[in-house]
């Protein structure tokens, strides 16, 4: 018990300790006393002892408690971190989910989400709006705006189905552009997501811009039409004027009345001229330039060109010459009548700004299959190269002070340069002030046939010498080109001086001779070249025909006309003729009338000729005309009056040979005659009476609508004599005429 209170002593003394104090200093005296006295066995020093022990031991566990204390702070602390952490990434999820619903929400486009059966799953704020319902009612509904058009639904590559639709919505009738797609499993099992875009302005504003273009379109037709009806209408008159122009000129008048008659005459024609090219930019305006492909002959479309302007050319001085490439085929497929349309513009503009020199169409093989280029080059006043663009758009032209001087509206060249786009080609020009201009593009004319042989037969000249005297830049440089494709060794000179020294220093098989040398220089080289040169051929205008009895005694054994044909060309130098004969008239001059039947051979064929025309004014022209071609006309004002002339002569067994039947007539028109005469005859196996249009509408369009109403050829008006002369002498005689064209 004693020694226990010992232990308690020390304990107690060590318990002191562990809270810090210094035991031995603290622990009372008396205590310490006592426990030595009352536990025996004990003295002082055994108590500090067990005291010390005591004491060490509770460091001990003091020591190992503190470990564990400080270890346990630093996890709380690690804690905290990681709870403050995870807040923060909380907080971020938050903000983040709330700004993709906000954005969401905020979309103009409208979302919304179904599942397999149809229930909304999710709808935007935007949908809201549409449905025009809170997003609760829309929730779990299988609500769907009323549709009031649908457009045409298409499936992307990706599977997104996309369509327009019209629907109700809160703000009325709205376009919305939809893409819909199937969410992927992981995220919502067979959920389709919607997402319109409201297209709405967009929509309203094609459709009023189609409005509007349909609008213009009908406008544009009116002005077409319009344009037609007027142009038709002056024209009609305008026919009168020309044609009683022409037969008051034809009629014994003093000098001063022919004057003004001319004067008359040529005012028409420019009106005339002007008209048809305003007529005819509408109609290409009004996208009416529906293109033909027929064979025809290329090099005579081209020299009929040239021939045409040559008079125009000639009376200014100038040389108006073509050039065909023999490698060209023979017979192309194309539009004939808008190609000569173009060339006889391009041509004739190189003809009215040229003052000095002259013009030339010159047509080449293009560098692809089929290609065809076209040059119309003139040694003329040029264009400034600001200028050059411009041309060719509408009422556009060179220079203001142009205008006054050679006239014109400016349409030309836009009309051209839309043929020639309609037809694949690209026009554009070379040109320089004062250095002339080449207007060129380069169209596809293929072989009608493609076993028709490519390139066209020519004469061999290979070894044939040609020397050519011409002071002109135009048609002997191109004559000698053609030459030397045929194997002629060729040389150009400009005046008689050179050639006198050539011809007296080499052998020559022949020596061309341009007639505007003058009298004098022509005269004594015929003479000079007789007995040396086999061949001496003098090339004249059509003007100087009058002086080739002169020139055959001058020594000349053949002559050329200008234009010069490439046929006549192979004639006279290729050929084995070498007489002073006429060689064969050009077709401008053909057709001009100048291998006219004369009235009196006429006459013995005289014909009995059926005209339908309403208007008095060309009835009474026709009458005169057909009269003076010795022709018998029976004048008719209607197309029932033309049917029922046609059925009484026809019983009466005093057929029409001819029914010259104008298009546009009051009631019945020209084409339903024609349609009933062609019955008549089926109906009564009559033999078939020919039947000509006449009609101010020579366009494809025009001609075919002729054709399928059974009439066999149309004649352009105004009529003149000359154009039915030709008309008429298709039925009495091999004449050619636009008709044979037709
Ligand atoms: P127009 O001849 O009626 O004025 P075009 O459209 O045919 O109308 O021609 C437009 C303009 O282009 C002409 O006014 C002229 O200034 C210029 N031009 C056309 N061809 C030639 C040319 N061969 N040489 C010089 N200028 C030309």
């Known amino acids: 018990m004693r020694a226990s209170h010992g232990w308690i002593a020390a304990a107690a003394i060590g318990m002191a300790a562990m809270h810090g104090r210094a035991a031995l200093v603290d622990v009372p005296a008396p205590l310490l006393a006592k426990v030595v006295a009352e536990v025996p066995g004990t003295s002082v020093p055994v108590v500090a002892a067990m005291a010390i022990a005591l004491l060490v031991g509770a460091c001990g566990a003091i020591i190992v408690l503190a470990s564990r204390h400080v270890a346990l702070r630093r996890h709380n602390r690690t804690l905290d971190a990681r ?22 929400e905020a979309q103009g486009d409208v979302i919304v989400r179904r599942d397999s059966q149809n229930r909304i799953t999710y709808a935007n704020d935007a949908f809201c709006m549409l449905a025009g319902r809170p997003r609760a009612a829309l929730i779990g509904s299988d609500f769907v705006p009323a549709i009031v058009e649908q457009g045409e639904v298409a499936v992307l590559d990706d599977g997104t189905r996309v369509h327009d639709q019209e629907l109700v919505t809160n703000d009325g009738p709205r376009w919305f552009a939809w893409r819909e797609v199937v969410l992927p499993k992981p995220i919502e099992p067979d959920e389709i997501q919607s997402v319109g875009r409201d297209i709405t302005d967009r929509v309203r504003t094609a459709r009023a811009l189609a409005e509007a273009r349909d609008q213009a379109e009908a406008a544009n037709r009116a002005k077409s039409r319009f344009l037609a009806m007027v142009s038709h209408e002056i024209r009609t008159p305008l026919n009168g004027i020309l044609g009683m122009s022409d037969l008051l000129l034809d009629t014994e008048l003093s000098p001063e009345q022919k004057t003004y008659a001319k004067a008359v005459k040529s005012s028409g024609v420019a009106l005339m001229s002007l008209i048809e090219e305003i007529l005819d930019f509408s109609k290409i305006e009004a996208g009416k330039l529906d293109l033909e492909a027929r064979p025809f002959g290329l090099e005579t479309l081209v020299e009929d060109v040239a021939e045409l302007l040559a008079p125009r050319a000639q009376a200014k001085g100038l040389e108006m010459a073509s050039y065909v490439d023999d490698r060209i085929p023979e017979c192309v497929l194309g539009d004939e009548t808008r190609l000569r349309q173009v060339l006889l513009n391009l041509a004739g503009n190189a003809v009215k700004f040229t003052e000095r020199g002259g013009a030339a169409i010159v047509v080449e093989p293009g560098i692809g299959r089929d290609e065809v280029r076209f040059t119309v080059r003139d040694t003329g006043i040029g264009i400034a190269k600001e200028a050059q663009s411009r041309i060719f758009l509408e009422f556009e032209q060179g220079e203001s002070g142009l205008t006054r001087r050679f006239g014109g509206t400016g349409l030309g060249l836009a009309i051209t340069r839309r043929i020639v786009e309609r037809m694949g080609g690209q026009i554009g020009v070379d040109s320089a002030p004062g250095a002339g201009s080449a207007f060129h593009f380069t169209i596809k004319l293929p072989r009608p046939d493609e076993r028709t042989q490519s390139a066209r037969p020519v004469p061999d000249l290979s070894g044939i010498s040609v020397l050519l005297v011409a002071p002109a830049p135009i048609e002997a440089p191109l004559a000698a080109r053609r030459l030397g494709r045929w194997g002629a060794i060729t040389r150009v000179v400009p005046d008689d001086g050179i050639a006198a020294a050539l011809i007296a220093d080499h052998h020559w098989n022949a020596v061309v001779v341009d007639h505007s040398l003058g009298s004098m220089a022509v005269e004594s080289l015929g003479r000079n070249l007789q007995g040396t040169v086999p061949r001496r051929i003098i090339l ?102 033309a049917v029922e002339s ?66 066999d050829g149309f004649l352009g008006k105004p009529l003149d004599q000359e154009g039915l002369a030709a008309a008429l002498a298709t039925r009495i005689g091999p004449v050619s005429s636009p008709m044979a064209a037709a």
């Not at 009466?652 to 001819?658: E, F, I, K, S, V």
């Open 540 to 641: 004249i205008e059509p003007g100087a025909r009058n002086e080739l009895p002169r020139l055959k005694q001058a020594g000349y054994s053949g002559y050329l006309v200008k234009p010069i044909r490439a046929a006549s060309l192979a004639m006279r130098l290729g050929g084995n003729a070498d007489r002073f004969d006429a060689e064969p008239a050009p077709a401008a001059a053909r057709r001009s009338g100048a291998e006219m039947p004369d009235p009196a051979e006429a006459a013995h064929r005289a014909m009995s000729i059926l005209v339908a025309e309403d208007n008095e004014i060309n009835a009474l022209l026709s009458r005169a005309l057909l009269q003076r071609l010795g022709h018998r006309p029976t004048i008719v004002p209607t197309g029932t009056a």
């Open 83 to 104: 709870i403050r952490d995870l807040a923060d990434q909380a907080l971020r999820f938050k903000v983040a989910e709330e700004r993709t619903r906000s954005f969401l």
């Open 646 to 711: 046609w059925l009484g002569a026809s019983a009466a067994g005093t057929p029409y040979d001819l029914v010259l039947m104008d298009v546009n007539m009051p009631g019945l028109d020209g084409l339903e005659a024609a349609r009933r005469i062609r019955a008549a005859e089926a109906e009564s196996s009559a033999s078939r009476t020919l039947i000509i249009a006449l009609t101010a509408n020579v366009f494809a369009e025009d001609r075919a609508a002729c054709l399928a109403a059974g009439m």
